[in-house]
């Protein structure tokens, strides 16, 4: 027992320091099961205020682009307006099918919610994104982020004031996605290198694809609505081992100067995963 | 102004300028992270007990990690040079210089070229580390040796800017004080 507790003694420091360097390999590699736990919800409220006044500051340099940005959000949704489209003739008739515009809360599945985007990275392997929302404010985990030009990322923990999502630039990102003139669908990853490009795999040859083609979220997703950007094909490349493409695409977020963003709430979620739940029991 | 006060105002600097102003260059290269807030570590003061040391080093990286939302990654790698460090002073330098000399490690007190040596030792072993374990969740290894090597260079560059600006001035402990 003696020799025990001099053992003990004489390599305490090393003992110590092997003990420390566990704490912290245990935390990293354990993080997705640890990432809900008291300390990262802590470290969000604090570390969160300092990227409040940091993004104070920073937001000038940055306020023309966001105009832009914004102006041209703007324009795009403007166009949509039913005031806007009108019928040479009286006989003619618009018609919306698709839903009711007076009763159209009961059908509603997506609800925006706006958010400031504080803390940002681009140069991890796993990058997040901190939001200025939480769940005071109605932001809950495995909600979508979606910003003024595209696709941002999802949301994977909250606290009471900040949220922190997972950006498209996380390696255990994936969405689902497809061209939008059609066809094909496949999963977006990023392989950990460049920022500006991400990777849509698994799209079958016999789809013709083309440089600067739009890839859009499927509606299969039940946290991303349909239809919105994720990129644009910068570069096909043929996957050897099978029958498919690997596109290589441009985020059309800016990952390196977004501001805002919005936070994407699927109504309907619960509803949806009450059901899968009861088909997987039977 | 005491040590004390002087180490408490470098730890909060050096992870606000990391965070704040490293953080937030656009990247260059896939390979090239700019890091400079190990040099905390380095400029510790001689005379501080190892076991201290280490949990230092564990709580200076947990303050980053903080930041960028990877809890023990920086950690690991700064308890890492935390606890080479003392191994490294003692081989770089005479017994008694550590004794009787300067307060902290700089050029003035050991000397350019074992400073240089022990920056370069610990700043490659904090990069391998860190990158290493980047490199388990990917697993290319041209990837991890580039990327080892080219943000050590940077790492580098950045300490040599930093010794030039902030001249310190290094103290010759005495009794008295």
């Known amino acids: ?221 039940d946290i991303f609505p349909p239809g919105k950007v994720v990129g644009y094909v910068a570069e096909v490349r043929e996957d050897k081992s099978s029958s498919t493409y690997s596109l290589k695409l441009k985020t059309a977020t800016d990952f390196y100067s977004v501001q805002h963003a919005y936070i994407v709430k699927n109504i309907q979620k619960a509803e949806m995963d009450s059901l899968m739940q009861k088909v997987k029991k039977d | 102004m005491s040590n004390l006060v002087r180490n408490i105002i470098r730890f909060a600097f050096f992870i606000l300028f990391q965070v704040f102003v490293l953080g937030k260059i656009p990247p260059l290269h896939q390979f090239i992270v700019p890091y400079l807030y190990f040099l905390f570590i380095l400029w510790l003061p001689f005379k501080i007990t190892r076991g201290a040391l280490t949990l230092l080093g564990f709580l200076f990286g947990m303050a980053l990690d903080m930041f960028t939302k990877t809890p023990g990654l920086h950690a690991a790698a700064c308890t890492l040079i935390a606890y080479i460090r003392p191994f490294l002073i003692s081989l770089l330098m005479p017994k008694e210089a550590t004794e009787i000399g300067y307060s902290e490690p700089s050029i003035t007190s050991m000397g350019f070229v074992p400073y240089a040596v022990y920056v370069l030792v610990l700043t490659f072993l904090h990069h391998s580390y860190l990158v290493f374990m980047e490199w388990l969740h990917f697993g290319n290894f041209l990837y991890f040796i580039g990327k080892v090597f080219a943000t050590t260079a940077i790492s580098l560059l950045l300490i040599l800017i930093t010794e030039m600006l902030f001249v310190r001035k290094a103290k010759y402990r005495t009794n008295v004080a």
Request: glycine letters at 6%; hydrophobic letters at 45%.
């Open chain 1, 1 to 221: 027992m003696r020799n025990v507790f001099l053992f003990i003694a004489r390599f305490s420091n090393l003992l110590f320091f092997l003990f420390l360097q566990v704490l912290a390999l245990s935390m990293l590699f354990r993080y997705n099961k640890f990432h809900q736990a008291a300390y990262m919800n802590v470290a969000n409220e604090v570390t969160g205020r300092f990227y409040v006044r940091y993004n104070k500051i920073e937001t000038y340099f940055s306020l023309q682009k966001e105009n832009e940005r914004l102006r041209m959000q703007n324009a795009d949704l403007l166009n949509k307006l039913k005031a806007d489209f009108a019928a040479p003739d009286s006989s003619m008739q618009l018609v919306t099918d698709t839903f009711r515009v007076d009763s159209l809360e009961q059908y509603r599945k997506f609800l925006y919610l706006p958010a400031k985007i504080i803390g940002n990275a681009v140069d991890g392997q796993n990058n997040f994104i901190t939001l200025h929302r939480g769940s005071k404010q109605g932001v809950d985990v495995n909600m979508a982020v979606i910003g003024p030009e595209g696709v941002i990322g999802k949301i994977v923990n909250v606290s009471s004031n900040m949220s922190v999502a997972m950006s498209l630039l996380h390696r255990k990102n994936s969405v689902v996605a497809l061209l939008k003139k059609g066809g094909g669908f496949g999963e977006v990853t990023w392989d950990g290198k460049d920022p500006r490009f991400v990777t849509l795999s698994n799209i079958p040859r016999t789809i013709k694809v083309a440089k600067g083609d739009t890839v859009v979220t499927s509606s299969y997703s």
